[in-house]
């Protein structure tokens, strides 16, 4: 059975396009909200007939203020790939502890990264023995086996230093932007030392944007 379907479609003009917060938006021919500061409501300009928003200015307008704060989650869920708190981490345990050679930037783990905008921290654990150690250094770098410039680094130095009860160092916050395919960060340690040293650690990674 064949469909009757009209050759023209007739619609009321009830929508145009308007602009919320410099993002166009659909809105009711002649919306509009009182002028002034508003609490957790952005406010709409005044949205009469349909504007190229390609070339037209965006009308002034009041921003969108927030009072309460945003909700956290309160399920012990997990933020999505992609999304704003996603939480990635990569470690390298103590069975599998890393030589590092005398004043050597050395990587101890590493972590791969989609494009975005990360808080990217760490932890370095170092196994030394009954040696001399008089430095040690650690921190999180884009280019493996090197270690960041100053100041994005930490950095012990010492008199004489017998690293044989393992001390755990924390490694500063580095902010860390990737564009499109991404790439990854790098948990660098260095140390001099009388001897070969050893280290393990972990690398954690928090998307901000």
């Given at each position: 059975m064949a469909l009757d379907v009209p050759n023209t479609i007739t619609t009321k003009p009830d929508y145009v396009v308007g602009i919320l917060?410099?993002?166009?938006?659909?809105?009711?021919?002649?919306?509009?909200?009182?002028?002034?500061?508003?609490t957790g409501t952005a406010q709409l300009v005044t949205a009469t007939s349909p504007q190229d928003v390609g070339t037209t200015a965006s009308p002034t307008h009041a921003a969108l203020t927030l009072t309460?704060?945003?909700?956290g989650v309160t399920d012990n869920s997990s933020a999505a790939s992609g999304k704003v708190g996603e939480y990635l981490t990569a470690q390298c345990l103590v069975g599998n502890a890393?030589?590092?050679?005398?004043?050597?930037?050395?990587?101890i783990c590493s972590l791969a990264l989609t494009a975005g905008?990360?808080?990217?921290?760490?932890?370095?654990?170092?196994?030394?023995?009954?040696?001399?150690?008089?430095a040690m250094a650690q921190g999180i770098s884009t280019t493996d086996a090197t270690m960041p410039a100053s100041p994005d680094f930490t950095r012990d130095v010492r008199t004489a230093t017998n690293p044989?009860?393992?001390?755990?160092?924390?490694v500063q916050t580095t902010r860390v932007?990737?564009?499109?395919?991404?790439?990854?960060?790098?948990?660098?340690g260095n140390a001099v030392c009388g001897a070969n040293i050893t280290a393990f650690g972990k690398i954690r990674a928090r998307r901000v944007r």
């Open positions: 917060d410099g993002f166009p938006v659909l809105v009711p021919v002649g919306a509009t909200t009182a002028g002034g500061a508003s309460s704060g945003l909700n890393v030589t590092i050679v005398t004043q050597t930037d050395t990587t905008d990360w808080d990217v921290d760490g932890t370095l654990a170092w196994l030394g023995g009954a040696q001399t150690v008089t044989a009860a393992n001390p755990l160092v924390p932007s990737f564009g499109v395919g991404g790439g990854t960060v790098y948990l660098v």
